[in-house]
């Protein structure tokens, strides 16, 4: 059974650094794409970042980029999201998913078959 469990979220204040956790287990990462969403009160989930399968390339939202840093270790069957100098704006609930395929996509949050259950991340001072 194919599960995603996500962790390293909290209340940090802006301009600090978390970095959340994805476990997953049931599947061979290398022949999957993962991505990182995160929805926020009152709006829509939105794509953080995303990474093809096999190691391949790694996108990000542009309002993260050069801030936050997706990363696999393929032995720990495991994704991190290194996210530094947090801003308010990033408060939300942080989801991995997963779908079979092999380049990432960002724009389409339905098309990802397999969710973790979340962790929340709050920045505020």
């Known amino acids: 059974q194919l599960q995603l469990a996500e962790s390293g979220g909290g209340l940090v204040q802006p301009g600090e650094s978390l970095r959340l956790s994805c476990a997953t287990s049931?599947?061979?990462?290398?022949?999957?794409?993962i991505g990182w969403f995160r929805q926020a009160p009152g709006k829509e989930r939105e794509g953080v970042s995303c990474?093809?399968?096999?190691?391949?390339?790694?996108d990000y939202a542009d309002d993260v980029k050069g801030r936050f840093t997706m990363s696999r270790d393929n032995a720990k069957n495991t994704v991190y999201l290194q996210m530094n100098n947090l801003k308010p704006e990033d408060t939300g609930i942080y989801y991995c998913?997963?779908?079979?395929?092999?380049?990432?996509?960002?724009?389409?949050?339905?098309?990802?078959?397999?969710w973790g259950q979340g962790t929340r991340v709050t920045v505020s001072s």
């Open positions: 998913a997963a779908v079979p395929g092999y380049l990432c996509q960002l724009t389409y949050w339905p098309g990802y078959d397999y």
């Open positions: 049931g599947f061979t990462m290398d022949d999957y794409v």
């Open positions: 990474i093809g399968a096999r190691g391949g390339v790694t």
